[in-house]
């Protein structure tokens, strides 16, 4: 979802010049390329019900089919941008098709859990090169910045529907068949897309000046995996465990080894130089605050709607249309706001209808089961989040002499994607550690026969209160279902509620640490 720093600088051809041939078909095939990565994003989201249910996961094994997506996006988007430069766009977009191709077909069969994540990581890989590469193709097909500004706008809208229909998608599917023929249906959409890149598109490259920076990505990679490991699996395993206490202690040395790595690249992926810009880091800080807060609310009502409540996946559909469809439905609104209203007050007013509705969700009842409840805050999230997803790169861009704007808009762009990963990392580990101290309590107290009270222990030293509450009646240990249920619904509530807190950080942050600025060029300039 980046956009380089010589599309993003480069003004293109003059305003009168004539549109570059297959601009249309450019447009049609980027676009479908970034619906189709969207989808693959956010199919899991109204699946993780029936995936529980189906292959028998605990909380931390839902949370890595999110995040294993999310992580091999973060890890590798800057190198395939550079990758799309050397050697050319549209060979990138249709390597991440095929990529998600083959991972959708490793998820639609497969066997375990273990087997869906390595499904999910494909996935991430195909969209993670399809997202710089769809926006750098698209924009050097543009010929000045108002065309630019109109089909950048498109293909964003493309990504907003994609994110919107996905979970509808793998609702229908699972409701007519099995959660597996959703992907079967994105082996389709991916193989549509490579046919469209093929067929509408020219190559576009722009290899001058640029290369790969592997100390970089291996720095970079090793860091954040071996960091975000030790954060899902703290929860279940303990924060005290070895294996957790070297992966935060070693993914730590690899993170500033790659800043170190870094500050002496000839070609960095990461510039930290920018960071001695006060705004900018202030924009930069907030991009990952305020997105954790908005993909952690997604997942916590994946979760609460799926594997707490077993919903049926098409009732789980439903709220993803609020929290995501106003970024779609509001495109022209907050394009036309962009240029009306300082962006700074667009990105604080979208933190601050994010934090209400994230708060307004910490008094859901886990046992009502009704999609009433979820209506005001989700629409309050969804349109907080359609106002900060645009406005967070114009503050950043606004932060930056000109000259900086492609590797702010690059830099930002990826922080943002990075809050996304940690996201469902940060809501996993919150919902599940105090999930399962309250269901320890509970169960304490509770007057259950010996028997079942050692059967629910065991299932859930095993699994968490999630494999508790996944019982079928009659089963051994189900008589402690309704207090895994209370449990995880207190769970859930403490991770709403860490959300909320983090969308109004982000909110102050935004507000305070801009004081005094002033931007470099106006929103209009763009």
């Known amino acids: 979802m980046t956009l380089d720093n010589r599309t993003a600088t480069s003004h293109g051809p003059t305003a009168g010049a004539a549109r570059r041939p297959g601009y249309a078909g450019t447009l049609a095939a980027t676009c479908s390329a970034v619906f189709v990565a969207q989808v693959a994003n956010a199919l899991p989201a109204s699946l993780n019900g029936l995936l529980q249910e189906d292959l028998h996961t605990h909380g931390s094994q839902l949370t890595w089919i999110t995040a294993a997506f999310m992580v091999a996006v973060v890890c590798f988007e800057f190198t395939f941008g550079v990758l799309g430069d050397l050697f050319g766009r549209k060979k990138l977009i249709m390597a991440g098709a095929a990529l998600v191709a083959a991972g959708s077909v490793v998820a639609a069969v497969a066997p375990s859990v273990h087997v869906l994540w390595a499904g999910a990581a494909l996935n991430g890989l195909g969209a993670g090169a399809m997202f710089p590469g769809s926006l750098t193709m698209l924009a050097s097909a543009t010929r000045n910045a108002r065309e630019r500004a109109h089909a950048v706008a498109?293909?964003?809208?493309?990504?907003?529907?994609?994110?919107?229909?996905?979970?509808?998608?793998?609702?229908?599917?699972?409701?007519?068949?099995?959660?597996?023929?959703?992907?079967?249906?994105?082996?389709?959409?991916?193989?549509?897309?490579?046919?469209?890149?093929?067929?509408?598109?020219?190559?576009?490259?722009?290899?001058?000046?640029?290369?790969?920076?592997?100390?970089?990505?291996?720095?970079?990679?090793?860091?954040?995996?071996?960091?975000?490991?030790?954060?899902?699996?703290?929860?279940?395993?303990?924060?005290?465990?070895?294996?957790?206490?070297?992966?935060?202690?070693?993914?730590?040395?690899?993170?500033?080894?790659?800043?170190?790595?870094?500050?002496?690249?000839?070609?960095?992926?990461?510039?930290?130089?920018?960071?001695?810009?006060?705004?900018?880091?202030?924009?930069?800080?907030?991009?990952?605050?305020?997105?954790?807060?908005?993909?952690?609310?997604?997942?916590?009502?994946?979760?609460?709607?799926?594997?707490?409540?077993?919903?049926?996946?098409?009732?789980?559909?439903?709220?993803?249309?609020?929290?995501?469809?106003?970024?779609?439905?509001?495109?022209?609104?907050?394009?036309?706001?962009?240029?009306?209203?300082?962006?700074?007050?667009?990105?604080?007013?979208?933190?601050?209808?994010?934090?209400?509705?994230?708060?307004?969700?910490?008094?859901?009842?886990?046992?009502?089961?009704?999609?009433?409840?979820?209506?005001?805050?989700?629409?309050?999230?969804?349109?907080?989040?359609?106002?900060?997803?645009?406005?967070?790169?114009?503050?950043?861009?606004?932060?930056?002499?000109?000259?900086?704007?492609?590797?702010?808009?690059?830099?930002?762009?990826?922080?943002?994607?990075?809050?996304?990963?940690?996201?469902?990392?940060?809501?996993?580990?919150?919902?599940?550690?105090k999930a399962g101290s309250a269901f320890s309590s509970h169960l304490n107290s509770a007057h259950l026969p010996a028997g079942p009270l050692a059967a629910a222990r065991g299932i859930a030293a095993d699994g968490g209160p999630i494999a508790v509450n996944g019982l079928p009646p009659g089963a051994p240990g189900s008589a402690a279902h309704g207090l895994a249920l209370d449990a995880l619904g207190s769970g859930f509530s403490n991770a709403f509620l860490v959300c909320g807190i983090a969308a109004a950080v982000a909110a102050v942050l935004t507000a305070v640490g801009m004081i005094g600025v002033r931007p470099h060029r106006s929103p209009a300039a763009g």
């Open 154 to 433: 498109l293909w964003s809208g493309c990504l907003s529907a994609g994110a919107a229909l996905s979970p509808l998608l793998g609702g229908v599917f699972a409701k007519v068949g099995s959660w597996r023929g959703s992907f079967w249906v994105l082996v389709a959409l991916a193989v549509v897309s490579m046919a469209l890149t093929l067929a509408l598109t020219s190559e576009s490259r722009s290899p001058e000046g640029r290369e790969l920076d592997i100390p970089g990505q291996i720095t970079f990679g090793i860091g954040l995996i071996l960091v975000l490991y030790a954060a899902v699996e703290g929860p279940e395993s303990g924060w005290t465990a070895l294996p957790v206490i070297l992966s935060f202690g070693i993914g730590l040395c690899f993170l500033v080894g790659f800043v170190v790595v870094e500050l002496g690249a000839g070609s960095p992926i990461f510039d930290v130089t920018l960071f001695r810009n006060r705004p900018f880091a202030v924009a930069s800080l907030v991009a990952v605050i305020g997105m954790l807060a908005f993909l952690g609310a997604c997942f916590a009502t994946s979760m609460w709607l799926g594997p707490v409540q077993h919903q049926d996946p098409l009732r789980v559909a439903v709220p993803f249309l609020l929290l995501q469809g106003p970024a779609f439905v509001l495109i022209p609104v907050v394009s036309r706001l962009l240029h009306r209203v300082a962006p700074t007050w667009l990105l604080t007013s979208g933190f601050v209808l994010m934090s209400a509705g994230c708060l307004l969700c910490t008094g859901l009842d886990p046992a009502d089961p009704g999609l009433g409840a979820f209506v005001v805050p989700d629409l309050l999230i969804g349109v907080g989040f359609a106002l900060c997803v645009s406005s967070v790169t114009a503050v950043a861009l606004d932060s930056v002499p000109p000259q900086l704007a492609g590797m702010a808009s690059a830099t930002t762009n990826m922080l943002r994607d990075l809050g996304f990963a940690l996201g469902p990392v940060v809501v996993g580990a919150v919902a599940l550690s």
